[in-house]
């Protein structure tokens, strides 16, 4: 089992910051990928990063690439989202999850993930 708390959400004009944080507990941490995934009102959830359980390979949504970066730190247990120049559009419930069957390599379905947190809410004005 895995248990993932996110916090960091909030509410932000465009063009500003937010950096979401996710602490993972149960496993060892370092052991397993991990990832984020967002929902707006009325859409599916997608795939917005993922980062290899040692930290050296990550990957991104087009939609966020140059915007967000994803990071770990195994020492801390928690995964960080930097979310840089946000836009209305990102405006979302951010989900942070554990694809436990994966160490160096990065899934960006849906399927691949076992473990999901709660959702922290990110909402940007314009």
């Known amino acids: 089992q895995v248990q993932l708390v996110e916090s960091g959400g909030g509410v932000v004009q465009a063009g500003g910051s937010l950096r979401l944080s996710c602490a993972a507990s149960?496993?060892?941490?370092?052991?397993?990928?991990m990832g984020w995934f967002r929902q707006a009102p009325g859409k599916e959830r997608e795939f917005v990063a993922a980062i290899s359980a040692s930290g050296r390979n990550t990957y991104y949504a087009d939609f966020v690439k140059g915007r967000v970066t994803i990071s770990r730190d195994n020492a801390k247990n928690t995964v960080y989202l930097q979310m840089n120049s946000l836009k209305p559009e990102d405006t979302a419930v951010y989900y942070c999850?554990?694809?436990?069957?994966?160490?160096?390599?990065?899934?960006?379905?849906?399927?691949?993930?076992?473990?999901w947190g709660q959702g922290t809410q990110v909402t940007v004005s314009s």
């Open positions: 149960g496993r060892t941490f370092s052991s397993y990928a």
């Open positions: 999850t554990a694809d436990i069957n994966k160490s160096d390599f990065i899934a960006t379905s849906i399927r691949d993930y076992d473990y």
